[in-house]
């Protein structure tokens, strides 16, 4: 009796190791992330621009900068640094827009502004659908 739960267990951990592997990465590969100096943030975007993709910085009373980066110079994606220092609001948003996805991320500064929480709120892909007869 005793080695079939042995059996039994040693099956059930290697089933679950091999689940914890399998997860997905993160298929958005848009990230935020802080910088040294403050109040300035990076935009990591590591995929291939097609087209153009366009960033958008809001707060709760609209929009407050955009950027427009064209695709064709950058075949692995891009890094960009951005100044938030003068964006007035305690939180506002960022948004990433490509013909293939839109990220959008909900940046939090600290009380002095030298550090924030940049949390993935939402991303919406914009898959082509194709009809076959």
Not at 52 to 66: C, D, L, Y
Not at 77 to 103: A, L, N, Q
Request: net charge positive; hydrophobic share 35%.
């Amino acid at each position: 009796m005793k080695p079939r739960i042995i059996l039994l267990l040693a099956a059930l951990i290697c089933f679950a190791s091999i689940q914890s592997v399998a997860q997905s990465p993160d298929e958005t590969r848009v990230k935020i992330l802080r910088t040294d100096q403050p109040g300035i943030i990076r935009l990591v975007y590591a995929k291939k621009i097609n087209d153009h993709v366009a960033i958008t910085f809001r707060t709760k009373r609209g929009n407050v900068s955009s950027d427009r980066i064209k695709g064709n110079n950058y075949p692995k994606g891009f890094s960009k640094r951005y100044d938030v220092r003068e964006i007035s609001s305690h939180e506002f948003w960022i948004e990433i827009t490509s013909p293939e996805m839109t990220t959008i991320y909900h940046i939090i500064p600290s009380d002095k502004g030298e550090k924030f929480t940049a949390h993935l709120e939402k991303t919406i892909y914009n898959h082509v659908l194709i009809a076959t007869k």
